[in-house]
């Protein structure tokens, strides 16, 4: 069966610190894969999503980007984290119509 | 552990035709529950719920939560073939957040 992994569930990062944030799938081959952001109880921002190894779309410009650098990993990250970069990502993986499989998150707080 | 399950599976009605969307969870620490209609690559919020027994609506569409259930339900009315998605319901713990599988419905001209 098909499993994702998200790491770290909570980081608490100083301003201006790097980031990164690791996701991997399993039991998949070739996933399409997402990082969102989840606004406070509300919808889900998409920040990026890959279709392949290499291949990453960006939706939104900011202080992040995205890697995925094997077929089942994606990886967020940011040289310099901003206070507004507060919030929580969640990662998700997709196979055309399928319905996204989530990964549990990861809250992550500058200070 | 936390988990969230949605039923049915896959819904397939005809146009006109009323459907309700089940979501069940068990969550340590629940903050709200969530609904969303997924399209395309980014789901559409519906609608978010914290207080057990009050009914949100968003014109053909309404939710209501029970807490005591441990439950929720999206009701469509007079269904459109627009309406055609999958439906995924999301429980925001404190520290997390988890998802169901989606409920996939088809409307049928």
């Known amino acids: 069966s098909q499993t994702i992994h998200q790491w770290p569930a909570t980081l608490v990062q100083p301003v201006g610190s790097p980031l990164s944030l690791e996701c991997t799938v399993e039991?998949?081959?070739?996933?399409?894969l997402y990082w969102y952001r989840q606004a406070a109880g509300r919808g889900l921002q998409l920040l990026f999503y890959?279709?392949?190894?290499?291949?990453i779309s960006s939706e939104v410009p900011q202080n992040l980007s995205a890697s995925r650098p094997q077929d089942r990993q994606f990886i967020l990250s940011s040289k310099k984290l901003l206070l507004s970069d507060s919030g929580f990502y969640l990662c998700?993986?997709?196979?055309?119509?399928?319905?996204?499989?989530f990964g549990n998150g990861t809250r992550l707080t500058v200070t | 552990e936390d988990k969230v399950v949605q039923s049915p599976l896959s819904l397939v009605v005809h146009e006109g035709d009323t459907v309700t969307l089940n979501c069940s969870y068990e969550?340590?620490?629940?903050?709200?529950l969530l609904w969303y209609k997924q399209e395309k690559k980014a789901p559409t919020f519906l609608f978010m719920l914290?207080?057990?027994?009050i009914e949100k609506k968003s014109g053909r569409l309404s939710s209501i939560l029970d807490k005591k259930e441990l439950s929720s339900i999206l009701n469509i009315t007079a269904t459109q073939t627009g309406d055609s998605a999958i439906y995924l319901c999301?429980?925001?713990?404190?520290?997390?957040?988890?998802f169901g599988a989606g409920t996939r419905l088809t409307v049928k001209p």
């Open positions: 039991g998949t081959s070739n996933p399409n």
């Open positions: 890959s279709v392949g190894i290499g291949q």
């Open positions: 998700a993986w997709g196979t055309g119509n399928s319905p996204l499989h």
């Open positions: 914290t207080s057990s027994g």
């Open positions: 999301a429980v925001e713990a404190v520290d997390d957040m988890r």
């Open positions: 969550v340590t620490n629940f903050r709200s």
